[in-house]
């Protein structure tokens, strides 16, 4: 018999009181009632007290904000989507004030040393975020590949403030996910860290270093 | 933390105390001013002759048919629908939290519920049920508050015992650092585990010395004994006494208060 | 290089405890960190009805218990249709194997773990190593812990009972990284030397948080970004898991992790919550190749059999118990001598190892119920741990003992000393004759009695005891006699 069949004969063959699932009460987790603002507001509270950063911005002017987080940390250079609106957009405009843009175009096989070792940023969508405990919810795609939130020392990451959830139950449920999940889905709540070390907080540890956050606010008439 | 929510009934008549063994052979001054108090408050108080302990030694230590017997014995002392006053959160959290899986599936089982059902801490009793009124007699005095773990956690009285001494208008309550830390008692953990136990009451010690108060109050004689028995041991400028004892004498026995 | 946990003897708990509480530095280590743990953990569930969410995650867990081997099946089906492939061990070694067998396929020599905690019950990397395969930590705490050729002392935070100086020194020691203070530096210093190995790495190993049957999804819960690496990385992803790891909905989760993470270390998230559902996919650029799941039973299904022992089934894994443990803050982590330490190893262990190797760990306990209180999926610990009392001396006749080595701590004499305090207590008569001569004989009472008063002075024998005060007061009163 295989271990497979041993294990579930073991618990199938339970011996005791028969088990019954007692009913579950998500209500305390539910109706977490918050306005657009008290959001958004919660969402960089918290993702600022793990020192994630947040900026709010406009449509018109994210990449400005961009190119400055960039300069000020002295990026050489950019990872970038290329088919997602944001890649494509930066790779229209052709700023001078941005770093060159690089591109996750073939199997990590192929560039891992210049991945690990060369790219300074990143830049990604997210499918929304979470209020509650200020995270971003990301999906990776071929677009926009695993690693490319993970290995750079910084992450920046845009999220339009309309897909704020108050919670992860939330998100989930109005996003289907248990319809089908992705290959990799995540939450990102915060630059890598640490307190391995005597619970001293230490940031970057695998991972970016730093998470900077465009939360992109639209007037109220404009759409995407 | 709250712990078992409960309602409190309206005054009764009469009320059973069970006193417990540590009280009837260490502190039964205690256990007199528990009986007191209730007394002050109107109530009769019956103490069933009979009665000797809650069991809970052997149940802790595994012998739980050496428990559960002498838990039966007292099960029969309590006959009337009148509440059981225990003068500790532990005989009392074993009582009223324990005994219902100790009887389970045996003949005596309803009666366990209902002994367990009935019973109250002394002192949750004397806030809650009797709504006392304490009118403080002493000199101005400084005392630290220990609640017992099982106080705490089994009965859900930890805010009784301040509430109480709160009454006291000559009485400064200081409050210890790592409040909800165990003593360390135990019952035979204090001489399975000497060393472990020993490094607990320790930094209990340590933290009630360190409110500057030269006299603590709780509401389980484990607790008492253990804490009191290191700050002696210890040299400790610390001595303890069950709140009972110093709720009665602080409040001029018998005259103290207006019931 | 690691130490196997099998050459500790877990029934030297008194010498490894007493040398630890001896020791000043682990004293303040452990007792700073828990200290800490504690009001963050409060903090961060300032918010929250706590009582109502620990009644979800109790049920949540219940519930798919209840429904174990149906959920297990289902896993694997939802997980083999996304292209992950599934394993099953009877016990660590066999899990050990599974693990080793495929690394030998693919011809791996180097294995990069995540944190697992199912892996140190297997002793999973002394088997690779033992197999001429690598296996590295990434987890700091744990890549530290591997450094100084230690077990983790909790399953937390492993390296918990260092303190920076140790760390730079053992550093210092066995990777040249220069000697420092500044935690930041430190940690730099084992980035730069893990991404090295993450690149080169063959296999990926990890633990699992959750298993969502309903999808197939594992999840995994971490802050460094090492586990995404470890499973992101490498061609192949084996994970690694118990088999009560199950959930049955993916809306499961989200209590679960609202829970674990704040339970453990006060955070409302962690950095990352990975959430695994198939192996890379044809157009996608990154991601293993590979993805195994192997699912260790090693004495689960023994204690799924008992209605209360099962309750030990539901841990998350938070460690709220140990940091709550007011024994575990004395004696920290190692002095246990088994893979999971405080009070859920206590509970824990006594199943996998047996009562006559554990026989000292379910009396370790005041019982004063810290660690239930905090638990986010309400395990009665301290009646769990009274009920291994029970089995380790046979002491109730209604219900037997189940758990191997039941028994092994029964002596005669002790025994034979609690049929005697029973038949003292059993009759009004006979104790109310032995009190009043015990206090009437106080003045013969030792002054020392054994271990109690090597720490404390023994407590008196008073006067007369409450039976005869009361006699007394209700003559005086001329009140009622009962």
């Known amino acids: 018999m295989s271990a497979r069949e041993q294990i579930l004969q073991r618990l199938r063959q339970r011996q005791g009181q028969p088990l019954q699932a007692p009913p579950c009460d998500f209500s305390v987790m539910e109706h977490r009632d918050w306005s657009p603002e008290e959001k958004l507001e919660r969402f960089e509270r918290t993702l600022e007290s793990v020192h994630g950063e947040v900026h709010r911005v406009n449509r018109a002017q994210w990449m400005d904000r961009l190119a400055d987080v960039l300069s000020t940390r002295g990026a050489r250079n950019l990872l970038a989507s290329t088919s997602h609106w944001i890649g494509q957009a930066l790779r229209d405009a052709q700023r001078e004030d941005l770093p060159p843009l690089l591109t996750y175009d073939r199997p990590i096989e192929g560039w891992k040393p210049e991945l690990f070792n060369s790219v300074d940023a990143s830049i990604t969508s997210t499918r929304g975020g979470i209020a509650e405990t200020g995270s971003l919810i990301l999906w990776p795609t071929t677009d926009e590949p695993r690693l490319m939130s993970l290995v750079p020392p910084v992450h920046i990451a845009v999220l339009d403030a309309r897909e704020l959830y108050p919670t992860f139950l939330d998100a989930m449920r109005a996003q289907h996910w248990a319809a089908g999940m992705p290959t990799n889905a995540l939450l990102i709540s915060g630059p890598s860290k640490t307190a391995d070390i005597e619970q001293t907080l230490a940031y970057g540890v695998h991972g970016p270093k730093e998470l900077i956050v465009l939360v992109i606010e639209d007037e109220p008439d404009s759409s995407p | 933390m709250a712990g078992p929510t409960r309602i409190y009934p309206s005054k009764p008549a009469k009320v059973y105390l069970f006193g417990t063994c540590l009280v009837d052979l260490l502190y039964p001054e205690a256990g007199l001013a528990g009986i007191q108090l209730l007394e002050r408050e109107g109530i009769e108080v019956l103490f069933p002759q009979a009665q000797t302990c809650c069991g809970q030694p052997a149940y802790t230590s595994g012998y739980h048919d050496e428990a559960r017997a002498v838990a039966a014995a007292q099960l029969d002392l309590f006959p009337e629908d009148w509440p059981i006053v225990v003068p500790s959160g532990s005989c009392g959290g074993m009582m009223r939290t324990h005994y219902p899986a100790l009887f389970k599936d045996t003949p005596l089982q309803a009666r366990a519920n209902d002994v367990a059902e009935r019973v109250w801490e002394l002192t949750d009793f004397l806030l809650n049920v009797c709504r006392i009124q ?47 830390e165990c003593c360390g008692f135990g019952g035979t953990f204090a001489v399975r585990h000497p060393e472990i136990s020993g490094a607990m009451v320790n930094e209990k010690v340590a933290a009630l010395v360190d409110t500057g108060a030269r006299q603590f109050v709780t509401t389980d004689c484990g607790c008492l004994m253990n804490i009191a028995g290191h700050a002696e041991k210890s040299l400790q400028p610390l001595s303890g006494q069950h709140i009972l004892s110093f709720l009665w004498e602080r409040t001029g026995g018998k005259g103290g208060t207006s019931a | 290089m690691s130490q196997s946990p099998h050459q500790i003897d877990v029934r030297e708990f008194h010498p490894r405890a007493q040398a630890a509480i001896n020791n000043p530095q682990i004293r303040r280590n452990f007792r700073k960190a828990m200290d800490g743990l ?55 070694d066999e899990a050990c194997h599974i693990v080793q067998a495929i690394c030998a396929r693919r011809q791996a020599k180097r294995v990069i773990k995540g944190k ?98 309903e999808t197939g999804t594992l999840c995994l819960v971490e802050n460094e970004g090492n586990g995404r690496l470890t ?161 380790s001396v046979d002491g109730d006749h209604l219900h037997p003992a189940r758990v191997r080595g039941h028994g092994s701590k029964r002596s005669k004499l002790e025994a034979m000393a609690w049929r005697g305090w029973r038949w003292m207590h059993t009759s009004g008569n006979r104790y109310r004759l032995g009190t009043r001569l015990a206090t009437r004989l106080r003045a013969l009472q030792p002054r020392q009695l054994g271990a109690w008063t090597r720490y404390r002075s023994a407590p008196r024998l008073a006067r007369r005891s409450l039976h005869e005060l009361v006699r007394e007061h209700q003559n005086q009163q001329g009140g009622p006699q009962s």
């Open chain 2, 134 to 180: 304490l009118y403080d007699l002493g000199e101005p005095a400084t005392v630290a508050m220990h609640t017992s773990c099982s106080a705490r956690r089994e009965m859900g009285v930890a805010a009784v015992g301040p509430a109480l001494l709160g009454q006291l208008k000559n009485v400064t309550v200081k409050e210890q650092a790592r409040a909800e």
């Open chain 3, 38 to 92: 504690i009001s963050k953990r409060k903090l961060a569930f300032e918010e929250w009805d706590l009582e109502s969410l620990r009644t979800l995650g109790a049920n949540v867990r219940l519930k798919a218990l209840s429904r174990l081997p149906e959920l297990l099946v289902q896993l694997e089906q939802q997980l083999v249709a996304n292209g992950i492939q599934v394993h099953w061990a009877n016990d660590g």
């Open chain 3, 116 to 213: 697992s905690m199912v892996s140190e019950e297997m002793e999973l990397n002394h088997y690779l190593e033992q197999h001429g395969i690598e296996a590295l930590e990434s987890d700091l705490g744990e890549y530290i812990v591997q450094l100084a050729e230690e077990t983790p002392s909790h399953i937390i935070m492993p390296a918990i009972h260092k303190n920076t100086d140790e760390i730079s020194e053992l550093m210092h020691d066995k990777t040249g990284t220069e000697r420092s203070h500044d935690v930041e530096y430190l940690t730099a210093s084992a980035r730069q030397q893990l991404r090295e190995k993450f690149m080169k790495a063959d296999v990926g190993v990890s633990g699992v948080n959750f298993a969502v049957a």
């Open chain 3, 231 to 391: 499973t992101t990385v490498p061609s192949c992803h084996i994970a690694v898991t118990g088999i009560e790891k199950v959930v049955a909905n993916l809306e499961d989760v989200a209590p679960l992790l609202a829970l674990l993470t704040r339970s453990a270390t006060g955070q409302h998230i962690t950095t990352y919550f990975n959430m695994i559902s198939s192996p890379r996919r044809p157009d996608e650029l990154d991601g293993p190749e590979e993805v195994h799941l192997v699912l260790v039973d090693n004495g689960r299904a023994t204690v799924y059999q008992d209605d209360e022992l099962l309750d030990t089934l539901r841990c998350i894994r938070c460690g709220a118990c140990m940091n709550h443990c007011p024994v575990y803050a004395r004696v920290g982590g190692h002095a246990y001598g088994t893979t999971y330490p405080g009070p859920i190893g206590k509970i824990l262990m006594p199943h996998l190892l047996g009562l006559e190797e554990t026989r000292h760990l379910p009396t370790a306990s005041s019982l004063c119920g810290a660690c239930g209180e905090v638990c986010p999926v309400r395990i009665p610990i301290p009646d769990l741990l009274v009920r291994l009392r029970q089995e």
